[in-house]
């Protein structure tokens, strides 16, 4: 990476046209690339100036530049902002308590989700700052569950927009409202959603835009992702939730869903529209709980339906980097913790055995990621590492003979009929009796499934049963942490779908991990933004997934987690993202060029560009030259923006 040398600061080469540095009485200005050094640089010196050519009123209703009581008696003066604020000048870190103090005041989880809602619109450096001071407090506030509650009242909690609606039967105008969003290198990452699918809660129409934010959100908290260089799309093509249809507050299309053709050709418009307009970009598509999709070019998919999640992944994934949170994003968090298991139960990775229980979107996107994993580290081909894969749905074990009932993503995984000729395949006990699995994951959403008669006989087989019950929300799972460490005498390696407190066994203590898509989609995200990728084929996640389980507590202790906390996601994702740039750089896929080669520099140069909530100085800037950052116009959150010409 080339650097510039002023005064006594060293500075990455890379810059950004609406923003400016001053060190030692000098100025730098580069031609932006697709990531604001002057954000990352130096700030440790808080010698960073960020362009501004708003004022007054205005100036305070742009989140991105909105400081509040923090604006300096400086700012004050050169922005006209005497007599719109209180006198005394604040920090962030006494903006950040009074916050908290607020926060904590709310009455219910959906009161605070409002909240914080309130707060991003008005000042995003608080909210990040705020959610950083109290992750682990406030994730399933601004996420999952409260995020679904959140979705479901969208219509009825409406007070201004954010992000980009899309109208099925508008599909001429979506270049245009796709290309509002700024000029080709403004825009890194995109996540949509059609809302059909969410968070577990079914189909919620044009409040999908919701889940779009959200997962920004922790993009954002966990990598650093730049909050003004990402767009959130709902994709609106009507909906089947007959509640929001005789609702007359709800604000999407109150139409039944169209499908077939016409949405084909709407999810089609939608992503040429979006290369043409950030031909840099990357896209994160998200289906549901169960079945979602994400891209990589930089656009994010979230929630779309369970047939629409695999063939709209299968069908793109060959022309540019894309990424399915559930399909894809479970399945590598999930295999992170098989590999850290791997490590306690010393039994390698392809000499295992896998029963899956669901085989929906999320439990085939799981069986995928094991068996490139298998073939990667083996040498066997993906047949041969199918094989070590047994899947369990509705109609019992997969078999060929059922093909009619089976979905293309589960056809890879069904049994020959004769495997299991006399033998009874119909129920999960008896699948687990004659497989005798090292891993039991659980994606079925059908509580207690998991019986103590199912565990015990898995256990009388595997020293360390690995075992996995990751439906949600908690209500669903298939089993009881506690009751599979008591039902297997404190033996069980265990991971879950939510959070669970640690559980014991003749006085010792066993922490149950949580595979939470979090600590794996910002890292992946941020590596593929990085690296400019052209795709994101089976290999780069692999080593995404190694690069995760490498940080896996248990490797130290075999009684701690499987995977890391939440709370250091972001060191997680700088080591997810340097393991997806060096694979990028080793497939030759990346477009970004000077990427260091040392992993130590390679750190750093990834740590540069990660965003961290803290306030810079303004320089005031003329508006016949500002940039849309510059006028307070950039990103989803703001409420005004000019358009293109």
Not at 266 to 281: C, E, G, M, N
Not at 350 to 379: N, P
Not at 468 to 483: G, I, V, Y
């Amino acid at each position: 990476m080339h650097f510039f040398n002023i005064g006594s600061v060293t500075l990455p080469k890379r810059a950004v046209d609406h923003a400016a540095v001053s060190v030692a009485g000098q100025s730098l200005h580069e031609p932006r690339s697709h990531y604001d050094f002057l954000e990352f640089g130096c700030r440790a010196l808080n010698q960073l100036l960020l362009r501004c050519c708003t004022k007054s009123s205005s100036l305070l209703r742009s989140p991105y530049l909105n400081k509040g009581s923090a604006f300096t008696p400086e700012e004050r003066h050169e922005f006209k902002l005497h007599g719109l604020l209180p006198p005394n000048v604040q920090t962030l870190e006494e903006q950040v308590e009074r916050a908290y103090a607020q926060y904590s005041n709310c009455g219910d989880a959906l009161a605070k989700n409002t909240f914080m809602t309130s707060m991003k619109e008005q000042n995003e450096v608080l909210y990040y700052g705020l959610i950083q001071d109290h992750l682990k407090e406030m994730f399933p506030i601004i996420y999952t569950p409260t995020e679904g509650e959140a979705i479901q009242n969208y219509s009825r909690l409406f007070r201004r927009p954010e992000g980009c609606f899309l109208n099925i039967f508008d599909q001429d105008r979506i270049e245009d409202n796709i290309a509002q969003w700024g000029e080709p290198d403004d825009v890194d990452l995109v996540v949509v959603s059609d809302g059909e699918q969410i968070l577990g809660i079914g189909d919620q129409g044009v409040g999908g835009i919701l889940i779009s934010v959200a997962k920004l959100v922790i993009y954002t908290l966990c990598s650093g992702i730049h909050p003004t260089r990402t767009l959130p799309v709902v994709l609106d093509c009507g909906t089947d939730n007959h509640e929001l249809l005789n609702d007359e507050l709800y604000l999407g299309l109150r139409q039944p869903r169209v499908r077939g053709e016409e949405y084909d050709n709407f999810v089609s418009t939608f992503v040429q529209s979006v290369r043409k307009s950030y031909p840099k970009a990357y896209i994160h598509f998200v289906s549901s709980h169960t079945n979602t999709i994400c891209m990589f070019t930089h656009h994010q998919q979230e929630d779309f339906g369970l047939h629409n999640a695999r063939r709209i992944l299968d069908k793109y994934q060959p022309e540019i980097a894309c990424f399915n949170d559930d399909v894809q994003g479970t399945g590598c968090v999930t295999l992170a913790a098989i590999m850290a298991a791997s490590h306690v139960s010393k039994v390698k990775l392809q000499d295992m055995r896998f029963v899956l229980f669901g085989s929906g979107t999320a439990g085939t996107g799981i069986a995928d990621q094991i068996k490139d994993a298998i073939a990667h580290e083996s040498g066997k081909s993906k047949d041969e590492a199918g094989q070590q894969i047994w899947c369990v749905d509705k109609p019992g074990l997969l078999l060929k003979s059922k093909k009619d009932q089976l979905t293309p993503a589960q056809m890879p995984y069904a049994r020959d009929d004769q495997e299991w000729e006399g033998k009874d395949h119909n129920d999960l006990l008896s699948v687990v009796r004659e497989v005798k699995p090292h891993v039991l994951i659980g994606t079925s959403t059908k509580p207690k499934t998991f019986t103590k008669e199912v565990v015990q006989e898995m256990a009388k087989h595997v020293d360390r049963p690995i075992i996995f019950p990751l439906s949600n929300p908690t209500r669903l799972h298939e089993a009881d942490p506690r009751d599979i460490n008591k039902w297997t005498e404190g033996r069980a390696l265990i991971a879950t779908g939510s959070p669970f407190p640690p559980v014991e066994h003749d006085g010792v203590q066993y922490e149950v991990a949580e595979c939470n898509n979090s600590v794996t989609f910002p890292g992946i995200g941020l590596g593929a933004v990085l690296s400019r990728t052209r795709l994101l084929p089976p290999s780069m996640l692999v080593a995404a997934t190694k690069a995760l389980a490498a940080q896996a507590p248990a490797l130290k202790d075999p009684n701690a987690g499987l995977l890391p906390d939440v709370t250091d996601v972001r060191e997680i994702s700088v080591q997810i993202a340097k393991a997806v740039i060096q694979q990028a750089v080793k497939e030759g896929l990346n477009q970004e060029k000077d990427i260091p080669e040392d992993d130590a520099d390679l750190e750093e140069w990834i740590r540069e560009q990660m965003w961290d909530a803290q306030y810079r100085p303004l320089k005031k800037v003329e508006r016949d030259s500002a940039s849309a950052h510059a006028k307070g116009e950039a990103g989803s959150a703001t409420s005004h923006r000019s358009a293109k010409v």
